[in-house]
C-alpha cells in the first residue's frame, strides 16, 4: 500500500513532471505527497582557502550572496510545489533540508513508499542544465523509484521486464501495489529465454498481478536480447507509457543505469521508468 511519497525538488522542469506524476498516484491510492528541498551546505565548505585576505573575503561574500539566491529558489520551488498538490487535490506537506543533496535524498527515502524524480541525481536547486543521471542512486535505497524525463504524460500503458530474478519479483512486487489501484493496460515480457521458461514466467507473473486487482496482461516472447526489445519498444510504440524495469540481475541493472540505459530511455524515448528496490 502506498501511503507516502517523497518528490525531491529541484526546481526544474524535471520537478514538474514528478509532482504531476506523483499527484496521479495519491488520488489513486489516497496517499500523501512529500516536497522536500534541499540547501546544499556543501558548497559552502572550500577545499582551499584563497592565500590572500581580500581574496578570501571577496568569496565569503560570493558565497553568501549565492546562498540567499538559493534560499530564495527554493522557497519558490516550494510554493509551486504546493499549488500544484492543492490543485490537484491532495494531501501534502513540504519541508527545506540543508545537507548534500542527493545523500539527503538517499537518507530521506528510507521512510517513504515511493520516490518520484526526475532525471537529474545530484537535485540541485536552479541548475536547469543539470543532466546527471539518478541512475547512479540506485541500488542504494530500499524504496523503489519512479524516474521520469522533462515531459508529462498520464500513464495508461505499461509494459513490465520481467526474468523470474529476484530483483525483478521485487520490481513487480512494488510495481502491482501501485497497479492496484490504477487501470493500466499492461504488457509482460521475457525475453532471450528458452519457450517453456518463458511460458512458465509470464503465467506465474499474470497470476500474481492478478491477485491484486489486474484483470488482464498481455504477455511478450522474445528471443532477442531484453534491452534491444525494450529500447524498440519504448522509441518506436508512442502509447508505452512507463516501463517497469526489472529484467536483469542487480549487477546488471547497475550497470547499465550506470552506463547509458536510463539516459537513452529517457531522454531519447522520453518514457518513465519504475525501478523496484
Not at 141 to 164: M, Q
Not at 190 to 209: I, P, S, V
Amino acid at each position: 500500500m502506498i501511503k507516502r511519497i517523497l518528490v525531491p525538488l529541484e526546481g526544474s522542469s524535471y520537478t514538474d513532471t514528478a509532482t504531476k506524476h506523483a499527484c496521479d498516484i495519491a488520488r489513486r491510492t489516497g496517499a500523501e505527497v512529500f516536497g522536500k528541498a534541499v540547501i546544499d551546505e556543501s558548497k559552502a565548505i572550500w577545499g582551499t582557502a584563497p592565500a590572500h585576505a581580500l581574496a578570501a573575503c571577496y568569496a565569503a561574500q560570493t558565497r553568501l550572496a549565492d546562498l540567499k539566491e538559493e534560499k530564495r529558489l527554493v522557497s519558490e520551488v516550494l510554493e509551486l510545489f504546493g499549488q500544484t498538490c492543492t490543485e490537484a487535490g491532495v494531501a501534502h506537506r513540504k519541508a527545506r533540508l540543508q545537507g548534500v543533496p542527493a545523500e539527503m535524498v538517499i537518507e530521506q527515502s528510507i521512510f517513504y513508499d515511493l520516490v518520484v524524480s526526475g532525471f537529474r541525481g545530484d537535485y540541485g536547486i536552479g541548475d536547469e542544465d543539470n543532466e546527471k543521471s539518478v541512475g547512479a542512486l540506485l541500488g542504494t535505497s530500499i524504496t523503489p523509484f519512479l524516474i521520469v524525463p522533462r515531459e508529462y504524460r498520464e500513464i495508461k500503458n505499461v509494459l513490465v521486464c520481467f526474468d523470474g530474478s529476484l530483483p525483478a519479483m521485487r520490481s513487480l512486487q512494488d510495481f502491482a501495489v501501485l497497479a492496484e489501484a490504477s487501470q493500466f493496460e499492461i504488457t509482460i515480457l521475457t525475453a532471450d529465454k528458452e519457450e517453456e521458461e518463458a511460458d512458465f514466467l509470464l503465467q506465474r507473473a499474470c497470476d500474481y498481478l492478478r491477485s491484486y486487482g489486474v484483470k488482464e496482461c498481455r504477455t511478450v516472447k522474445e528471443r532477442r536480447p531484453v534491452l534491444d526489445v525494450v529500447f524498440e519498444a519504448s522509441y518506436y510504440d508512442e502509447s508505452l507509457d512507463l516501463i517497469v524495469a526489472g529484467a536483469h540481475s542487480r549487477n546488471a541493472v547497475r550497470d547499465f543505469f550506470l552506463g547509458s540505459f536510463v539516459v537513452e530511455l529517457l531522454q531519447l524515448a522520453r518514457t518513465p521508468v519504475f525501478i523496484g528496490q
